[in-house]
């Protein structure tokens, strides 16, 4: 048998269908990757009693103080931590995790959030993100497939200690402009971005079809530029399954039952990436080599070469290639 896994499960499930695809039998992929394994295999944090320094409460006048009083204000000194309750219920990864991190960003030091979810892989991925994030799962459940978390925000600094060590940062280079791999490509953005890190996306070649704009301004071609433009897809919408796309009713079919089973769509992927603040970078060369002016792509995106990204890739920890 063949055991593939990686960080968080995506790319060993691409892996596994790969080798599947080329005759490898017995392929098996670690769900929710090496970090939820290792999430999972951690003992759960034990809680550690606070005791009086006193054995006894005293009042100002120098008096102990009733054992009755003494329980009321022992409960009255007991602290109320504020919750903010989310519902993330119906929505499939990586929503869940994109609710919880603007959650946490909202709130103080100190303040929880309570969050509902129906997706499978929530209960593994919340682990992993706490785990990622340094921020403390406090408690966590499970009834009739709705998976309960609270999770509390830690100190800036807090959070760096207890954070894995590592550079800061992931970049990925958009090469394909197949639906299914741009979808991947999203994900992975999405993800990094709600662990805090700085993600940028590199975009060349075919790629740059997945950030054109819908509603292009008129601009001059030539007549190679020209020929480009009615060859490729003219936005993110057109793009193609890499598989299985039957003249089409295979992309048809594949937006249907996202839209069906709540997944986000790639548009909707794309702006949760802009949001929070993926970088979107487009290969100048790419542009001049396939006609595509900076006009018909989306305003958010920046222009750039092998140098800035690579400027980018020395900064980061993890690179993809799609």
């Not at 303040?111 to 403390?136: L, S």
């Not at 970078?281 to 920046?302: P, Y």
Request: with cysteine; hydrophobic share 45%; glycine share 10%.
């Amino acid at each position: 048998p063949v055991y593939v896994f990686c960080a968080v499960g995506l790319r060993g499930y691409l892996a596994s269908n790969i080798l599947i695809q080329n005759g490898f039998n017995n392929v098996y992929n670690l769900s929710g990757g090496y970090k939820t394994y290792e999430a999972a295999a951690e003992s759960e944090n034990k809680t550690i009693p606070i005791t009086p320094a006193f054995s006894a409460p005293y009042s100002d006048s120098g008096d102990p103080l009733a054992k009755n009083k003494a329980a009321a204000s022992a409960k009255a000194a007991t602290i109320e931590v504020n919750t903010l309750k989310i519902d993330a219920t119906g929505l499939q990864c990586p929503g869940p995790i994109m609710k919880i991190k603007s959650s946490i960003d909202s709130i103080v030091p100190g303040q929880r959030v309570e969050i509902q979810a129906t997706d499978p892989g929530f209960a593994r991925d919340i682990q992993a993100w706490c785990q990622t994030t340094g921020n403390v799962l406090v408690q966590q459940s499970d009834s009739k497939g709705v998976f309960t978390a609270v999770v509390e925000k830690k100190e800036r600094g807090m959070q760096a200690a207890a954070a894995p060590e590592g550079g800061k940062g992931k970049t990925l280079i958009m090469f394909s402009d197949d639906l299914d791999k741009a979808l991947a490509t999203f994900v992975l953005a999405n993800g990094a971005a709600a662990t805090g890190e700085k993600v940028s996306i590199f975009f060349t070649f075919w790629g740059l079809n997945v950030i054109k704009k819908v509603k292009k301004p008129a601009v001059k071609k030539d007549i190679f530029g020209k020929m480009f433009g009615m060859m490729l897809p003219s936005h993110s919408g057109a793009l193609k399954l890499s598989k299985m796309n039957m003249f089409g009713m295979g992309r048809i079919m594949m937006r249907h039952i996202m839209k069906i089973r709540g997944i986000d769509s790639l548009e909707d992927l794309r702006r949760q990436a802009i949001e929070n603040g993926v970088e979107f970078i487009a290969c100048q060369m790419s542009m001049d080599v396939m006609g595509v002016k900076a006009e018909e792509l989306m305003d958010n995106v920046t222009i750039g070469g092998v140098a800035t990204y690579m400027n980018r890739a020395v900064q980061a920890n993890v690179n993809l290639f799609i």
